[in-house]
């Protein structure tokens, strides 16, 4: 890992409240900072709102509030989820911030600039769900768009156009240079298959006469930017690499070097990969920016074996879960349940499986861990030799950091969980019970009890950026001065420390 990550989730559509799908992203978003940040990265992780475009104004019209306090309101929920689910994002940006507009005018001006935009007619199937086009291919016989399932609208205006086709020998190139460049490699070869036709320009305005809530574009005032080109800017917004007021033909486009563009990793979920991985690397051309090094496209939640829809009703609330179970059990289960780019299944019982897996053996590790250090040595730490389980430390430290490099997180997890389960084999196996029993085997149950404390303290660093509360209290039991970094666990000696007892650390819950 470079010294520097810049990571971003999408922003999400302030027209409706956050649920299972966008929580999962942003948890994920959030693990990987955090480890990045405990590899001793600097980190800007950014998430946000969108809040341009047609589907905000229809719904705001729906409520019969004004644009801007349908996304004030829709903005604060996201934030407060994100509380809620201990996020630690370093930026929320808003795509209604006067400097994020300042850029987004400045960038289309530039692509303007740079003979890259033209003016004509353009007719097609406009899904407002999606805020795209589809083609006759995609929505079928029934109109409907092919990823809401939502009724599409026959839509002919005169518009704007970026010259995205310009563009498209340059992006496959990039793509074929660069195999790493759209993970999982089934969403490369679908971006790869995608751009095996000719590829379209695209329409990057709305008249204000149809859409008023968007961002006006400079060369065009009676139209504003087509809300997807004013959404992806957001990420080089966030990025400071061009400062609000920046004119389109300064130097500072060419130079971005002091900056956190470009963006390390654009994790999305593969609903969004077209616009991610077709529209935006075309228009970062267009503009002469760099491209981001990475895109991470995820699998899609279902329930049970249907989508979750509002429509439907059963849309999975992530904070009634966390009530029930605490943040981090909701965490644990999005990551270690969804194979990091797969599509997986929310059930109830999928959930009480993790959850179970956290309490009786993670949990149950360090209960009876540092319990038996209260019970036969008062609490304190022996002196012995720590290091019972250090070759299962360091395979699950390889382990681990391998699977993050590939970014499956979800293996990482299991490994994780899995030196958890090897440290209460050797609890098993060295009975500290029968050897308090005995004076003799003294210095074995130091060695056991010491052993114990640094697998724990390395289950704490392990499990932290994805369990952040319980790993945060885990070291305080353990009489750690917050969570160690994983080599300095690794290393540790714990003996002398005093311990804390406590609550389980994932109780039974009363359902
Ligand atoms: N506003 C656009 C993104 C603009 S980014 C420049 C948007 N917003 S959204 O609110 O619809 O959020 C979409 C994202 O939420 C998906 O890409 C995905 O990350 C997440 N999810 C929403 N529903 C989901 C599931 N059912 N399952 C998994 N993730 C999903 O698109």
Known sequence: MSNRTYLTTPIYYASGEPHLGHAYTTILADAF????????????????????????????????????????????????????LDIGYDRFIRTTEAEHIAIVQSFVQRLYDRGYVYAGEYSGWYSVSQERYFTEKEIGPDRVDPIAGKP???????????????????????????????RPEVRKNEILGFLQQPLGDLSISR??????????????????????VDALINYVTASGAIPAGTRPDDPAWDDVADSWWPADMH?????????????????????????????????????????????????????????????????????????????????PERFLVRYDELANVFGNLAQRSISMIGKYRDGVVPDGPADGLDAAIDSTLSSVAASLSSYRLHEAL?????????????????????????????????????TLARVLGVLAALFHPVCPERAEELARRLGLDGVPTLDGARNDEPGGRTVHPGEPLFPRVQL
């Open 414 to 450: 299991a490994t994780a969980m899995d030196l958890a389960r090897t440290a209460n084999g050797y609890v098993e196996e060295r009975e500290p019970w029968a050897q308090a029993k005995d004076a003799a085997r003294a210095s074995d149950l130091d060695e056991t009890l010491a």
């Open 33 to 84: 900072a955090r480890f990045a940040r405990q590899a001793g990265d600097r980190v800007l992780f950014l998430t946000g709102t969108d809040e341009h475009g047609q589907k905000i104004q229809e719904e705001a019209n729906r409520r019969g509030v004004e644009p801007i306090e349908l996304c004030d309101e829709m903005a604060e929920r996201f934030r407060d989820a994100w509380d809620l």
């Open 207 to 228: 008249p204000k006469r149809r859409l008023r809530w968007g961002v006006e574009l400079p060369f065009a005032p009676e139209h504003v930017a087509y809300v997807w």
């Open 267 to 347: 994790l999305i979920g593969k609903d969004i990969l077209t616009t991610h991985a077709v529209y935006w690397p075309t228009l970062l051309m267009g503009a002469g920016l760099p491209l981001p090094r990475c895109i991470l496209a995820h699998g899609w939640w279902v329930v049970g074996d249907t989508k979750m829809s509002k429509s439907l009703g059963n849309v999975v609330d992530p904070l009634q879960l966390r009530e029930t179970f605490g943040g981090d059990a909701v965490r644990w289960y999005l990551l270690r349940e969804m194979p990091t780019g797969s599509d997986a299944s929310y059930t």
């Open 152 to 182: 599409v609208e026959w839509v002919e205006e005169e518009n704007w156009f970026f010259r995205m086709s310009a563009f498209q020998e340059a992006l496959i190139a990039h793509i074929e240079a660069n195999p790493d460049w759209i």
